[in-house]
């Protein structure tokens, strides 16, 4: 059987095609304004790609931010539990794993099964999210993919104290106006998300291995940062951006 999982978050919309546990087809477009309209798109052209029609799937699964505006979703199902049935598929070995959305962050402890057993969530504020990262690298006028990257050439992290979004935009352009470097700064607004995540993991109780799931784990100056603050690996995959919505596909097969 054929099964569909949507993962509609605050700035992408991710769906996975699973046959039994194989990956079929897989599809990423922005957002947008309108979050139903944005699964009707990524149905659309994920059918395409895959060369099949909408009766050809027996299950879709829905979630993340805007699940519950896909209303030709059979179940829409909590982001927690679909990052968790994900990372589990790819990795069985992991325990805690962090996802930082655009706008919320999290941080999820799986039991031995793979089952959510704990999880800490952060959606009170912008700082220390994806749009918190999209913000800082407008304000650093460096595209998002190579936000990561340079902040790995920093040899003197600035020192960023804000925890703001808006304050800490302001704070990072009289760093600018001194004349740090970019990839101090970068370094300093990596470290400043990654003591914020660690704040959550260390309330939560973290339990070696650790990955990171979600569009933020492409982020490789980020795993860096979270490397350093946890004192511990933070593995991902490639398919990390995937994983909740390859976790709303697996319940849509039964697992």
């Given at each position: 059987?054929?099964?569909?999982g949507?993962?509609?978050g605050?700035?992408?919309?991710?769906?996975?095609?699973?046959e039994?546990?194989d990956?079929?087809?897989?599809?990423?477009?922005?957002?947008?304004y309108n979050?139903?309209?944005?699964?009707?798109?990524l149905?659309d052209?994920l059918?395409?790609?895959?060369?099949i029609k909408r009766e050809?799937?027996?299950k879709i699964?829905?979630t993340?931010?805007?699940?519950?505006?896909i209303d030709?979703a059979?179940?829409?199902?909590?982001e927690?539990?679909c990052?968790?049935?994900?990372i589990?598929?790819?990795?069985?070995?992991i325990?805690?794993?962090i996802?930082?959305g655009?706008q919320?962050?999290k941080v999820?402890v799986l039991d031995?099964s793979?089952?959510?057993?704990n999880?800490?969530m952060?959606d009170?504020?912008?700082?220390?999210?994806g749009?918190?990262?999209d913000?800082m690298a407008?304000?650093?006028e460096?595209?998002i993919?190579e936000f990561g990257?340079l902040?790995l050439?920093?040899?003197n992290?600035?020192?960023?104290?804000?925890?703001?979004?808006v304050?800490a935009?302001s704070?990072?352009?009289?760093?600018?106006?001194k004349?740090?470097?970019?990839?101090?700064?970068t370094?300093g607004?990596?470290?400043?998300?990654?003591?914020?995540?660690a704040s959550m993991?260390?309330?939560?109780?973290?339990?070696?291995?650790?990955?990171m799931s979600?569009?933020?784990?492409?982020n490789?100056?980020l795993v860096d940062?979270?490397?350093q603050?946890?004192?511990?690996?933070i593995?991902t995959?490639?398919?990390?951006?995937?994983?909740?919505?390859l976790g709303?596909?697996?319940?849509?097969?039964g697992a």
């Amino acid at each position: 059987m054929l099964s569909l999982g949507i993962d509609i978050g605050s700035l992408t919309a991710k769906g996975v095609l699973l046959e039994g546990t194989d990956i079929v087809e897989k599809h990423l477009i922005p957002v947008g304004y309108n979050s139903k309209k944005a699964g009707e798109k990524l149905l659309d052209e994920l059918l395409q790609k895959a060369g099949i029609k909408r009766e050809d799937i027996g299950k879709i699964v829905s979630t993340g931010y805007g699940r519950n505006s896909i209303d030709f979703a059979d179940r829409a199902v909590t982001e927690i539990i679909c990052h968790g049935k994900g990372i589990h598929f790819q990795m069985p070995h992991i325990r805690t794993i962090i996802d930082i959305g655009g706008q919320d962050s999290k941080v999820i402890v799986l039991d031995k099964s793979g089952n959510v057993a704990n999880f800490v969530m952060n959606d009170k504020c912008a700082a220390g999210t994806g749009r918190f990262l999209d913000v800082m690298a407008r304000a650093m006028e460096t595209e998002i993919h190579e936000f990561g990257v340079l902040s790995l050439q920093s040899k003197n992290p600035s020192k960023i104290s804000s925890v703001c979004t808006v304050f800490a935009e302001s704070e990072i352009i009289s760093l600018v106006a001194k004349g740090e470097n970019r990839e101090d700064i970068t370094s300093g607004i990596h470290l400043s998300i990654a003591r914020r995540i660690a704040s959550m993991v260390k309330r939560l109780g973290m339990i070696p291995p650790v990955a990171m799931s979600g569009g933020v784990a492409l982020n490789v100056g980020l795993v860096d940062a979270l490397e350093q603050i946890l004192d511990t690996k933070i593995e991902t995959t490639p398919f990390s951006q995937y994983s909740g919505a390859l976790g709303a596909a697996l319940l849509g097969q039964g697992a």
